[in-house]
C-alpha cells in the first residue's frame, strides 16, 4: 500500500504539470483553426490524466476525461473547428477536470452533478461532427472483429522502463495473437547503437471486443512508439476517422526514421526529488561553508613558508566548496513561467468580468529564481494583476474619450538586477491620481492637512492598511487589503515592493527580491569596532573623500560631490545606532559607493574594508525580529554573528549627522578662483540633493 501511495504521488505532480499546460493553451484558444502544437498539447494532457487515472481506478474522472480527450482529439484532427463559443467551454472544461483531479487526490467524492452541465457541452460538440458528415463514420472502428497490428517501439520507450512483452501478454488476453517480428532494420555489430530500437512486430489478433480495447494497451506508450490497426475483412477495413487521426498524429509528433535515435540523445533527462531533501543539502552545504571559513582564517594566522601548502590546499578546497554550493543552489532555481503561466487566465476571466478589453504581455519567464520565493509570489502578483485590472484598466469608452486604443495592455515582467530579481507589473491605464491618493490619506488619518510629501511618498500612501481608492467595494478589489498584503509578503521574502506612476499613462509596480534565500557574496566591512557585509552586487566603487567635497543639508544629512554627481551619505555607524565610546577615530575614512535596487547612488561611510567573502544567509526576523537596515546575518570564519546591511533600508533612514574627523583633505597648492566657483556650485547641488533625500 506504501508504494501504491506513492505512486499517487506521483501521478497527482505530473497532474498538476499538465493541468499547468492544458491552461496555458485553452487560455489562447479562438473561434476558427488554432496552433497544432498547441492543441496536441492539450489532447495529450488531458489523454495522460485519464490514463493515469484509469490505473487508479479513478472511474468518474476517466469517464470525464474520456469526453474531454474525444473533443481535443476531433478539434487537433481538423475535423472540429470552434466556434464562437467552443473556446469557453474547453476553459472550463479544465477547469472542471481540475476540481476532479483535486477531489480524488483528496480522497473525497467530488460535488453531485459537477461536471455534467460541461459533459453535455462537449458531448453537443462531439455529436455535431457526426451528424455533419457521413453516418458510416460514427460506426467504423467499433465493435468486436480480426484486426492487424503493427508496432514499432522508439528508443525513449526502453528508457522510459517499459517492456514490449507485457504489452504483448496484454494483447493475448484479449483473443488469438499471432506474431511475427520484422529483424531487417538490424545493422551489422561494427555500427550498431547499443540502445537503439531496430525490431517491429506485426501482429494478428483474432476476436477482440473492439479496436478501443486494442488502443487501451498501448495507452502508456501511444507517444513512443510508431501503432498501427486495421480492422480485417468485409467493408469494415476501412479505418475509422478516429484511429487515422490518432495514426496522423503519433508520425507528426516524431521524427524521421532516419533521425530518431539522434533526436532523443539531445533530451535532458529529470528526477522528481522531495523538496525537504534539497533543503537539507542545502544546509549542510551552508555549513559545510562555514567549516571551510573558519578552517581558512585560522590557516591565515599561519604564514610562514613551512605551511604554504596546507594554505594551497585550502584554497583550492575553497574553490571546489564554492563549486559546490552554486550546483546545490542551482538545483533549486526554476523558471518564473510556473508562475507567470497563471495569469492570462486571471486576465482574460477579469477583463469578461470587468467588461473591458485587455491584453497581457509576459518577458523574462525564463528567467530563474529559487523555488521558495516562487511558491511565494503567487498571491502578490495576483493582488497586482487585479489592482492594475481593475483600478488602472478604464472601461473602453473611456479609453475612446481619452484618445487611447481601445485594448489596454498589461505587461509583466522579470530581469537579473545587481543580484537580485527584478519583478514589474505594468499597465497604460490611467494612473494614480495624487491628489486624490493624498486627500484620500487625510481622511482616513494617515497623513495631516498640513503634511508635505514628495510624489513617491504620496504613491507609497496606497500600500498603508485599509487604504483604497476605490469609489465602491466590489468583489475585485475596493477592500483596501490587497497591497498590504502584497507589501508585507515581499518584505518576508528579503524584498521590496515600490510603484511609480503618472497620471493619465499608467502605473508601474516593481517587485525586487533576491535570487536565493540562501547564500550570498559580500564584502566585509569595520565601523565602530563591529563588522558588517555588504552585498557585493551593489557596491559601485570605493573612494577617499575631501572634505571640501561634503556638505551639510537642510534636513540633517551630508552629500558628497563626485565627478559632478551629488550623492547622500550615509554613517553605518550612526544609523545603526554604534557608539564609539572610549574608541578613537579612525584615520582615514572610506566612502563606499553602492546602487539601490532601483539605480540610485549613496555612500556608505565605514573605516575599513576587510575583504570579500561568500556567506551563508541567516533569517533575523525569524529568530529574532526585523531591524530597519538589516537584511539578515551571516556566521563568519570567527564564529561570530555578523550583520547583512540593508542598503536600500539604509537609504530609506532618516539622515544622521556626520563629523568630518577622519577626512583628510588632498593636496592642493592652490586655491583659486575656479576652485571658488566650484564650491559655490557643490553648495547649490549639496541643497538640491538634500531636499530630494
Not at 28 to 57: C, Q, W, Y
Not at 90 to 101: P, S
Request: glycine letters at 8%; a negative charge.
Amino acid at each position: 500500500m506504501d508504494e501504491l501511495e506513492q505512486f499517487k504521488q506521483t501521478f497527482f505532480e505530473e497532474c498538476d504539470e499538465l493541468l499547468q499546460q492544458l491552461e496555458e493553451v485553452a487560455v489562447t484558444l479562438v473561434p476558427g483553426p488554432n496552433d497544432p502544437e498547441g492543441l496536441d498539447a492539450m489532447f495529450r494532457a488531458v489523454h495522460s490524466i485519464k490514463a493515469g487515472a484509469s490505473a487508479f481506478k479513478f472511474e468518474r474522472l476517466v469517464h470525464y476525461s474520456h469526453e474531454f480527450e474525444n473533443v481535443m482529439d476531433r478539434v487537433r484532427s481538423g475535423e472540429l473547428v470552434l466556434a464562437e463559443n467552443d473556446p469557453a467551454i474547453l476553459v472550463h472544461a479544465g477547469d472542471i477536470l481540475q476540481d476532479l483531479v483535486r477531489a480524488a487526490q483528496s480522497g473525497e467524492e467530488a460535488p453531485a452533478g459537477l461536471e455534467d452541465e460541461v459533459l453535455n457541452q462537449l458531448k453537443s460538440m462531439a455529436g455535431s461532427v457526426a451528424s455533419d458528415g457521413d453516418e458510416s463514420t460514427a460506426d467504423t472502428g467499433s465493435g468486436a472483429g480480426d484486426f492487424k497490428i503493427s508496432f514499432t517501439p522508439h528508443r525513449s520507450m526502453y528508457e522510459s522502463a517499459n517492456e514490449p512483452q507485457l504489452l504483448f501478454r496484454a494483447l493475448a488476453s484479449l483473443g488469438e495473437l499471432k506474431t511475427d517480428v520484422d529483424q531487417s532494420k538490424i545493422p551489422e555489430l561494427t555500427s550498431m547503437d547499443p540502445v537503439g530500437s531496430y525490431l517491429t512486430w506485426h501482429f494478428e489478433l483474432c476476436g477482440a471486443e473492439s479496436e478501443d480495447v486494442i488502443r487501451e494497451v498501448f495507452e502508456f506508450v501511444e507517444d513512443d512508439c510508431d501503432l498501427e490497426i486495421e480492422r480485417i475483412g468485409g467493408a469494415a477495413e476501412v479505418e475509422s476517422e478516429e484511429a487515422s487521426a490518432a495514426i496522423q498524429s503519433v508520425t507528426a509528433s516524431m521524427a524521421s526514421g532516419n533521425d530518431a535515435a539522434s533526436s532523443f540523445t539531445q533530451q535532458t533527462t529529470s528526477i522528481r526529488v522531495d523538496l525537504d531533501r534539497i533543503d537539507r543539502l542545502v544546509d549542510m552545504v551552508g555549513e559545510l561553508v562555514i567549516a571551510q571559513s573558519m578552517a581558512l582564517e585560522s590557516m591565515h594566522e599561519l604564514v610562514d613558508i613551512q605551511h604554504v601548502h596546507q594554505l594551497q590546499a585550502l584554497e583550492d578546497l575553497t574553490m571546489r566548496t564554492r563549486q559546490l554550493q552554486e550546483g546545490v543552489m542551482a538545483v533549486r532555481m526554476q523558471p518564473l513561467k510556473a508562475v507567470f503561466s497563471r495569469f492570462p487566465r486571471v486576465v482574460r476571466d477579469l477583463a469578461s468580468k470587468l467588461g473591458k478589453s485587455v491584453r497581457l504581455e509576459l518577458e523574462g519567464e525564463g528567467t530563474e529564481v529559487d523555488k521558495t520565493i516562487i511558491e511565494e509570489l503567487s498571491d502578490p502578483l495576483t493582488h497586482m494583476i487585479r489592482n492594475c485590472m481593475d483600478h488602472g484598466i478604464e472601461t473602453p469608452e473611456e479609453r475612446a474619450e481619452a484618445g487611447k486604443p481601445e485594448e489596454a495592455q498589461v505587461r509583466l515582467s522579470a530581469e537579473h538586477r545587481n543580484g537580485r530579481i527584478l519583478i514589474r507589473v505594468s499597465d497604460d491605464g490611467r494612473g494614480l491620481n495624487l491628489d486624490k491618493v493624498l486627500q484620500k490619506a487625510i481622511d482616513n488619518g494617515v497623513v495631516t492637512e498640513d503634511a508635505e510629501l514628495s510624489k513617491e511618498e504620496i504613491e507609497a500612501l496606497i500600500f498603508m492598511p485599509g487604504f483604497s481608492t476605490a469609489d465602491a467595494i466590489s468583489d475585485v478589489s475596493g477592500r483596501g487589503v490587497g497591497m498590504d498584503v502584497v507589501r508585507r509578503n515581499i518584505q518576508k521574502l528579503g524584498g521590496r515592493v515600490t510603484v511609480e506612476s503618472q497620471f493619465g499613462k499608467g502605473s508601474t509596480f516593481t517587485l525586487a527580491l533576491p535570487l536565493t534565500l540562501a547564500v550570498l557574496d559580500g564584502m566585509l566591512v569595520e565601523t565602530a569596532a563591529e563588522r558588517y557585509v555588504v552585498p557585493l552586487s551593489t557596491i559601485m566603487e570605493t573612494v577617499c573623500p575631501d572634505p571640501k567635497d561634503m556638505r551639510a543639508t537642510p534636513d540633517g544629512g551630508t552629500v558628497m560631490k563626485i565627478r559632478g554627481e551629488v550623492i547622500r551619505l550615509i554613517d553605518v555607524c550612526g544609523s545603526l545606532g554604534c557608539s564609539r565610546h572610549g574608541q578613537p577615530e579612525p584615520l582615514r575614512k572610506l566612502v563606499m559607493i553602492v546602487e539601490t535596487e532601483f539605480g540610485r547612488r549613496i555612500g556608505l561611510i565605514v573605516d575599513e574594508l576587510l575583504g570579500q567573502q561568500q556567506v551563508v544567509i541567516k533569517s533575523l526576523e525569524a529568530n529574532f525580529k526585523a531591524i530597519p537596515g538589516v537584511a539578515g546575518t551571516a556566521i563568519l570564519g570567527d564564529g561570530r554573528v555578523r550583520l547583512i546591511l540593508d542598503v536600500d533600508g539604509l537609504a530609506a533612514m532618516a539622515p544622521t549627522p556626520i563629523s568630518n574627523e577622519g577626512f583628510e583633505a588632498l593636496e592642493d597648492d592652490s586655491a583659486t578662483a575656479d576652485e571658488t566657483s566650484d564650491e559655490d556650485d557643490t553648495d547649490q547641488s549639496a541643497e538640491q540633493g538634500g531636499m530630494s533625500a
